[in-house]
Structures are given as C-alpha cells and as structure tokens.
C-alpha cells in the first residue's frame, strides 16, 4: 500500500526564516496530495493542497512544489511568524473508492520571537 | 456551514473496559467519513471510512469496529480496551474521495 515519508521530522526556527518540509510517496496512483497544520489544543487544519496535474501550487506565504516523476513534494514557507508553530502533515490520496487517505509521519516547526 | 463535533473530549478507561467514541455531522448530507488514530505527537493512522449509512470499510485492524447508524453519525467501539488503544481519535468528513479531509476536535483516550 502507499506510503508516505516526510523530513525532516523538526525544525527551529527564528521569526522571519524561510522552511522546506519535504514529502515522498510510494503509490503512483495516488492523485491527490493535501497538507494539514495540527496547532497544540486545536484541530487538524487544511492548508493547502495540489492534484497530479499540476506542478505547483502558491497561496499567500506556502508554496507546494510536487514531481509527479520522482514522487515528491515539497512545502516552502516564508516569512514565518511564531503562530505557523504547529506539526504539519502532507498525505496521499487516490480518486478510487478505496478512500484511503494515507499521511506521512509529521514535522514539528517551531518558530522563535 | 457544516460542522463536526466529537465526543467525549477525553476519557480515562480501565483495561478490558467497553469504548464508544462519537461524531456528528451537520449541514452536510452523504458525506465520506473517517476515524483516524493518532499516538502522541505521530502520525495519523486511517481505521475506518464510510461512504454511506450502514456501510463501513476496515482500513487496519485494531480490535476496534465502527458503524453509521445514521447518514451524520460515526461511531467507533470496543467492548475491551486495551493499553494500545490509548492515543487521539480524530473524526473528518469529506465530499467524496480523493478531496480535503475536515477534522473534529478529537477525543482523548488514555488507557490504564
């Protein structure tokens, strides 16, 4: 079944740096790739995602980088700001009814003031 | 606006004790529902997911079932925990597959 890696598993951060959490996949049928941020004390929450036929995806300050022949991704976040502390998740999923939606192990960012 | 709601927030069981865990649904009809378990500060592990009333897929077994007894209600059970079994169960819904997950707040679950 699918498999899902990310690295690294944490960072440290200063306020203002820029971060790269990198994510690989194993099952080429997976289609549909979305990230999650898990705040201390609240829910998991959608951040932004990106579908196999495309390359690249920018909302505000999250860029998502995916190639399809390598199967990788990689999320790039500027400007971070002590309130981006969180775990983030990247996950796989396939379009097919088995709707399994695989995740990969996690990054714990912290930003310092 | 649909939301989703958990409950109970945390229990403390004793081994070989029953479990019922809850999630609602609202503003939202049919949509794909999943329970996920997640140890401390790991990854998110998929048990179940459920596309319709009545209708449940085991994604790993773990000596937990769930049902959906009604089109905006999953329920995840045990009749004996055991000390694994402790960790986070996180409840989310989605449109269909291969779409957004959206997540409940989670329930608790520490097995003594």
């Known amino acids: 079944g699918e498999q899902v890696e990310q690295l690294p598993s944490s960072l440290i951060v200063q306020e203002g740096a820029s971060v790269l959490i990198n994510c690989s996949y194993t099952?080429?049928?997976?289609?549909?790739f979305p990230w999650y941020k898990q705040e201390p004390g609240k829910r998991l929450q959608f951040i932004i995602d990106?579908?196999?036929?495309?390359e690249r995806k920018q909302t505000q300050r999250l860029t998502l980088l995916f190639d399809k022949k390598t199967k990788h991704l990689s999320l790039h976040i500027t400007a971070t700001q002590p309130g981006d502390s969180a775990i983030y998740f990247c996950?796989?999923?396939?379009?097919?009814?088995?709707?399994?939606?695989?995740f990969g192990t996690g990054t714990r960012l912290q930003v310092l003031p | 606006a649909q939301t989703i709601h958990q409950w109970p927030v945390a229990e403390i069981k004793a081994v070989g004790s029953p479990l019922s865990l809850g999630c609602t649904i609202k503003?939202?009809?049919?949509?794909?529902l999943y329970w996920y378990w997640q140890a401390t500060g790991g990854t998110l592990q998929q048990l179940f997911y459920?596309?319709?009333?009545?209708?449940v897929e085991s994604v790993v077994q773990l000596n937990l079932s769930a049902s959906r007894p009604k089109d905006d209600q999953f329920i995840l059970s045990t009749e004996k925990l055991l000390l694994s079994h402790s960790g986070f169960y996180l409840c989310?819904?989605?449109?269909?597959?291969?779409?957004?997950?959206?997540f409940g707040e989670g329930s608790r679950l520490i097995v003594v």
């Open positions: 996950s796989a999923s396939t379009t097919s009814n088995t709707n399994k939606v695989v």
């Open positions: 099952d080429s049928a997976s289609v549909y």
């Open positions: 990106i579908r196999s036929n495309m």
């Open positions: 503003g939202k009809s049919s949509p794909n």
């Open positions: 459920s596309i319709t009333v009545g209708q």
């Open positions: 989310a819904w989605s449109l269909n597959s291969g779409n957004t997950l959206y």
